[in-house]
């Protein structure tokens, strides 16, 4: 698996246009719009840092991860992504290690990327997010 770059660092937020104020109005970092995503039950804002992003995450429905995620944790950060250059193939290689994955297949995701998500209990605690943008 090749491992290209840190993509994102994926934040719960109780509410974008909340979290948007720090990002943008303290940090001065720019903002590229918001996204939702239907099937995971999330709108996503990304607000690029050299050639990563911090995303923001806010559920639209109080059953959604996300919303558990604060439920369970607070606000804060959910998730690290790392992009990958062939998802599939990285999915087969961790799958043969036996890393326990939340997705077996790709997705989409915001931005039309493939993503996958691997379970905590194989990365120590940390939702990681593999994703491949072409």
């Known amino acids: ?24 109005d303290v940090l001065g970092l720019p903002f590229e719009g918001e996204e939702t995503v239907e099937a995971q039950k999330v709108t996503t804002a990304f607000f690029p840092v050299g050639e990563s992003e911090v995303e923001l995450l806010e559920s639209t429905a109080p059953d959604g991860p996300v919303a558990k995620y604060i439920e369970k944790k607070g606000p804060g950060i959910q998730h690290v992504a790392f992009r990958v250059q062939d998802i599939e193939n990285a999915l087969e290689e961790l799958k043969a290690a036996g890393v326990q994955l939340i997705d077996q297949t790709p997705r989409i995701g915001a931005g039309g990327a493939k993503i996958a998500f691997l379970h905590p209990k194989a990365t120590n605690g940390v939702l990681v997010e593999l994703c491949q943008r072409d």
């Open 1 to 24: 698996m090749k491992i290209l770059k840190i993509d994102h660092l994926g934040i719960a937020v109780n509410s974008i246009a909340d979290g948007r104020k720090f990002w943008t």
